[in-house]
């Protein structure tokens, strides 16, 4: 390619390869980096280190289902079920292999990568094929069958009352190492910071996979699947792939999930609530952004923690009204509602409105030189 | 009707609640539990209206404020009913409660024929009945009338049924609240049956729907009723033998179906 | 002149961001064919579209007998007396041709079955595939079907988009006399890019362009003028 002049395309590519370091977009990452690693030296409440924990795996997690929603264009009722998957393989391998040691966690994460590479492939395998309609169909059986044996196969799962278990080491919640520059360092700090730098990868994986040739091909087949399947590209195992990377990538989030909480049970890794949450956190955040997750998570969890003030204060301003208590403690509803006009009017989500308003300026700028 | 539809479970359970609540205020007057059995039959019968009514009033509501923004939208109909069907479910937490609840049935409805040393719950032989007129009904409206000649033909190309002179979108509501209608009564139906309600039987349910649908094919009556016996049977021998498995059974079933159909037994390739 | 039955002034039409129609008028004369020409993107087929209601003129008048329509939904239109045969010979595949002309009466009186009896002259194939899907008959009987379903349904005025598109040429002359028998009927608006069927079926011709009307006149004063038919064939 020497001696030839660079083309338009190439051009404008270098130009923005310049720049990289510059975007406000990398500023931002930098300062959402930096303050996610402070955060716990400066701001030493359990309330705020559990909330931020949860973002980020929710972030993770919402950024991966969008691979499948947002760029693929199925739709899977079963991320919740691979981040159970991923959940109870920490937690049974954990809590059954005494005593506990390091290469047991590592053992449980790359279990849970397997089984739910597994899993994904023979689903998507068999619906996939058909319609995508199919696939959702057939992921909403499924993820509730595995909610089912969840509660039934209580000989391993222990049922309804869940699994509890002790990380080994220095992540156990009652390891201590002192303090430094006046903050603890506990057990739940190291997960802390395992969980940080596991669900940084992860992101980055995410968002390496969508900007490769391979997130290109997804994008072009969920825009016209015909012109895609007409250049060439064989549609089925594109789908394939896209599915078990991002319910793999799920899996593992329930996996760091399980061991922040250090317990485990079939409603809150497996049941349904946890699928709609993360439906939620992706349309407000935006389909086909992966960086929406990061918003749609934040917003969520931080409502979810504020809710019982809300009902408190709902308490205090209807003593005697049964029904709005009732209303204050249902606010699952309020979600659902905010859910729905969020589908109808707002189907791009923040980071998806906020693009385009920046595409419309640069085609502006672009065309008055 | 082309469309997907997750808030269907949502419609049975409130068409059981509909029941629940008429039964509980009939009971008030006597009819239930110790009413005559003229009596009975006319409260069952006034909760299935009721439950019929509640089913028809809500799905018209989804349809003409939800659904009707979303045709030819198959990723945002799922959606967006399984956001509607989350909130109905709430709904009824808030409107009775999240505990489960007990319907109180007729004595007459209670209890169980003896034939040649079978017993056969009575209950549920007006449920065969009810379900094969339904059946019958449906195969007979799609087949035979100028409705479903109509029906039909909006599913395939609503554009050419209107420049022919038919409001379809009027029709499809009808179409859709008739739909809620029905599985509203299904749902009160099952609450007498099983005596027993609770918020969450709407979702409970929705999966056998769902499985029924995907092995009878889709947008197929007749492979719907096979369906729903093999689920049926599938269900009954499994839960008799293994009870743990049961809902195991019906996902291998259609994971061997759509292994050798992949478009369901009756489905026809789009 | 003859009284027009169906006449536009200053129709504008957009689809989402663009617009399409700038500017319509034009008229077309009761019992005549009148046909639409112009190349592709001209707004031929937006017109017929917006005539029926499918895309609803956003300025402009629309009137159809005597009654203003261009607030009319589509099956208000078609009530009102409007018969519409889509491009792409858009039959319902689905259901047999019983179904399609059952569909297609909106009343299913003795008249509109001996209606039938008419159409089965003009279009012989169709009783020979009377029990059949229409999805498995040909291109040109399933643009029969279509031109015949919307000929049962008793309407004032009949929009015909691009029926020769995607026909043999044979096929072709088998549809001009079919539409030239049609033409005895009742009146009809024609949308083609054949010129062929155009100077052979239409009697009155508008010319659009860029979303307005830049021409119009006799057909056969269209034909005797060869360059204007270069420039717009």
Known sequence: MTGQAPTPVQMERQRQRARRYTRPGFLIQLALLACLVAGPMLMPSFRVMDLVAKIMIFAVAVASFDIILGYTGIISFAHGMFFGLGAYSVALICHYSQPVQYHHLLLAGLLAALISAVVAVVISALSLRVKAIFFAMVTLAVAEFCHILGYQWSSLTKGEDGVSFKLPGVFNADWSGGSLWGTQINGRLLVYYLILVVAVLLFVGLVRFVRSPVGRVLKAIRDNEQRATALGYRVFRYRVLSTVFGSLVSSLCGALFAMWLSYVNPDTVLGTPLMLNILLMVIIGGLGTVYGGILGAAFIKIAETWLPDLQKLALSLWPKVEFMQRLAERWILLFGILYILSVLFFPKGVVGTLRDRAEVRRLRRLGRP | ?270 | MPEAILSLAGVHTHLGQHHILQGVSLEAARGRATVLLGRNGAGKSTTLRTVMGLTPASAGSVVFDGRAIEKARPYAVARAGVGFVPEDQAVLRGLTVEENFRLAMLQESPEAWAKLDTIFELFADLKKFWRAKAGVLSGGQKQMLAIARAFVGDHKLLLIDEPSKGLAPIVVDHLIASLNQLKQHTTIILVEQNFHLASQVGSDYFILDDGRVVHSGLMKALVDDEGLKQSSA
């Not at chain 2, 997750?6 to 205020?25: I, M």
């Not at chain 2, 006319?42 to 659904?67: H, K």
């Not at chain 2, 032989?125 to 094969?132: C, D, E």
């Not at chain 2, 969450?200 to 349910?205: H, P, R, S, T």
Request: proline letters at 2%; aromatic letters at 8%.
């Open chain 2, 1 to 270: 009707m082309d469309v997907l539809n997750l808030a269907h479970g949502a419609f049975f359970a409130w068409g059981a609640y509909a029941g629940f609540a008429v039964l509980n205020a009939l009971n008030g007057l006597g009819w239930v539990e110790t009413g005559t059995l003229g009596q009975g039959i006319l409260s069952v019968l006034l909760a299935l209206l009721a439950a019929l009514a509640i089913g028809g009033v809500l799905g018209l509501f989804l349809e003409r404020v939800i659904i009707q923004r979303v045709y030819g939208d198959h990723l945002k109909q799922i959606l967006i009913t399984m956001g509607a069907s989350m909130v109905l479910a709430e709904v009824i937490k808030v409107l009775w409660s999240p505990n489960n609840q007990t319907v109180l049935v007729p004595l007459s409805f209670t209890g169980s024929y003896d034939v040649m040393d079978v017993v056969i719950n009575k209950f549920r032989v007006v449920a065969i009945v009810v379900g094969l007129a339904v059946y019958a009904g449906v195969m007979a409206v799609m087949q035979k009338t100028k409705l479903g000649i109509i029906i039909r033909a909006g599913v395939e190309n609503r554009e050419v049924v209107q420049t022919l002179g038919y409001n379809i979108n009027r029709i499809f509501t009808g179409v859709f609240m008739a739909g809620a209608a029905l599985a509203a009564v299904g749902g009160s139906m099952w609450g007498i049956f099983r005596e027993q309600i609770t918020p969450a039987m709407g979702d409970e349910n929705l999966i056998f729907a769902l499985i029924v649908v995907i092995i009878g094919g889709m947008g197929s009556v007749t492979g719907s009723f096979l369906g729903a016996c093999m689920v049926g049977l599938a269900f009954n021998y499994v839960a008799y033998l293994v009870p743990k498995l049961a809902l195991g059974a019906n996902i291998l079933i259609m994971v061997i179906i759509l292994l050798i159909k992949p478009w369901g037994l009756m489905g026809r390739e789009q």
